[in-house]
């Protein structure tokens, strides 16, 4: 069954690259969730001026290739993802 979907050690390596996406996504947004202090489907009145602001693509070097990664944005600029660090 995995055979007929896996022709090859390369469609192997492509199927494990599209498992990162929403591995590194999640991660991403539990660091804003942190970063923030709120949940992001929080509705409540927040003290802080600093929210979410969209999303930029990296993309990451890995020992199986080159994946885009989508990160989320904050106002202030001042999120910095930890997990995966810039340059």
């Known amino acids: 069954m995995i055979r007929s979907f896996l022709q090859s050690i390369e ?7 599209e498992l990162f996406d929403p591995i590194f ?3 991403f947004q539990g660091e804003m969730n942190h970063h923030l202090g709120y ?3 929080d509705k409540d009145y927040k003290q802080r001026q600093n ?3 969209g999303y930029s693509q990296k993309t990451d070097h890995t020992t199986k290739g080159d994946i885009t990664i989508v990160t989320p944005r ?3 600029g001042s ?3 930890q997990m995966i660090s810039k340059r």
Request: proline fraction near 0%; charge should be negative; hydrophobic fraction near 25%.
């Open 25 to 27: 996504e999640s991660l």
């Open 11 to 17: 469609d192997a390596d492509e199927a494990l690259k």
């Open 79 to 81: 999120f910095e993802a």
């Open 51 to 53: 929210r979410r602001d």
């Open 39 to 41: 949940e992001n489907d």
């Open 74 to 76: 904050d106002r202030d």
